[in-house]
Nanobody, 124 residues
Framework: QVQLVESGGGLVQAGGSLRLSCAAS????????MGWFRQVPDKAREFVGG????????LYSDSVKGRFTISRDNAKNTVYLQMNSLKFEDTAVYYC?????????????????WGQGTQVTVSS
C-alpha cells in the first residue's frame, strides 16, 4: 500500500522560506488527492492545503493563502509544499496525507494514509 515520507523541515527565521517534500511509495500516486496538515502539541490537526489528482484544483487555508504553494509531480510520486514569508505561528509538525475521496476535500477524516511528519520551527 501507499506509504508517505515527509522531508524538508527545519529551523528558519521569520520571513524565510522552506520547501517540504512528501514522497509516496507505490504506483497509485496519481489517483490520490494529497493534503498537507499541521499540528502543534495539545491542539487539533489543522488543514493547510490540498491538491487534486491532476493538480488542477488546489485549496489553501486562509492562514496560509498567498504564502504557501502546493504542487505535485506524479512522475516522481511527490507532492511539495513551498512555504514563503514564514511566521512564528507557522511552527508545527507538518504532515502529508492521501485521500481516495472523489473530489478535493479539507475534511481530515477523508484522508486515510499519513506520513510521519516533519518539524518546522520559525524563530521570531
Amino acid at each position: 500500500q501507499v506509504q508517505l515520507v515527509e522531508s524538508g523541515g527545519g529551523l528558519v527565521q521569520a520571513g524565510g522560506s522552506l520547501r517540504l517534500s512528501c514522497a509516496a511509495s507505490g504506483r497509485t500516486f496519481s489517483t490520490l488527492i494529497m493534503g498537507w496538515f499541521r499540528q502543534v502539541p495539545d491542539k487539533a490537526r489543522e488543514f493547510v492545503g490540498g491538491i487534486d489528482r491532476s493538480g488542477g484544483k488546489i485549496l489553501y487555508s486562509d492562514s496560509v493563502k498567498g504564502r504557501f504553494t502546493i504542487s505535485r509531480d506524479n512522475a516522481k510520486n511527490t507532492v511539495y509544499l513551498q512555504m514563503n514569508s514564514l511566521k512564528f505561528e507557522d511552527t508545527a509538525v507538518y504532515y502529508c496525507a492521501t485521500s481516495t475521496f472523489l473530489a478535493m476535500t479539507t475534511m481530515m477524516e477523508r484522508y486515510t494514509v499519513w506520513g510521519q511528519g516533519t518539524q518546522v520551527t520559525v524563530s521570531s
